[in-house]
């Protein structure tokens, strides 16, 4: 699906903690780009709103970030993205870096150069670089029946359903 975007999105769902005016949630980030990203929350701000915003990036790395919402959902349907877009501000290094990981050029190497300047609109799509999907497994929860996708290196923790919570359980029948 072709959208008007300047900057192509990337789906990324990290924990996030956002603050303004000494009011301080979580939430999860989704949709990142270089410009913008919306997190998913039920206390979203209103717009207009300046937002201090720390993702917490996978290898145990923070970004602090600063933005300004551009938009704000909140409704009672559990269907629709209750949360708010936010364009930034202010990016710090850590984010500009993880961002790098998913903007490979031709050849598979990053593009620092598109990400540092912010002018510089994309004019063609570019394939996506992500984890090998053998690396994943699909586990079925046994109470909700939903299909859970879960990566390898992941199972020693314990993973739980993302519908119910309920543990997930290899069968190896």
């Known amino acids: 699906?072709?959208?008007?975007r300047k900057q192509e999105r990337f789906v990324r769902?990290?924990?996030t903690e956002f603050s303004s005016q000494d009011k301080k949630y979580?939430?999860?980030?989704s949709d990142l780009s270089t410009n913008g990203l919306f997190i998913r929350t039920h206390h979203p701000f209103t717009p207009g709103s300046i937002v201090d915003i720390t993702i917490h990036l996978p290898g145990g790395l923070t970004?602090?970030?600063?933005?300004?919402?551009?938009?704000?959902l909140k409704t009672p349907i559990a269907t629709l993205k209750n949360g708010m877009g936010v364009e930034l501000i202010e990016k710090d290094s850590n984010?500009?870096?993880f961002l790098k990981t998913f903007m490979p050029?031709?050849?598979?190497?990053?593009?620092?150069?598109?990400i540092i300047s912010e002018t510089?609109?994309?004019t063609k799509t570019e394939t996506k670089v992500g984890p090998d999907p053998s690396d994943f497994l699909i586990l079925a929860c046994s109470k909700c029946g939903v299909k859970n996708k879960v990566h390898k290196s992941k199972m020693s923790l314990g993973p739980k359903c993302g519908?119910?919570?309920?543990?997930?359980?290899?069968n190896l029948a």
Do not use: F, H, W
């Open 105 to 114: 050029d031709d050849q598979g190497t990053p593009q620092a150069e598109e």
């Open 163 to 170: 519908k119910c919570g309920s543990p997930l359980v290899i």
């Open 1 to 4: 699906m072709k959208t008007d």
């Open 13 to 15: 769902r990290l924990e």
């Open 26 to 29: 979580r939430g999860i980030s």
């Open 95 to 97: 984010y500009i870096n």
């Open 120 to 122: 510089v609109t994309q």
């Open 63 to 72: 970004s602090r970030l600063k933005g300004r919402v551009r938009r704000a």
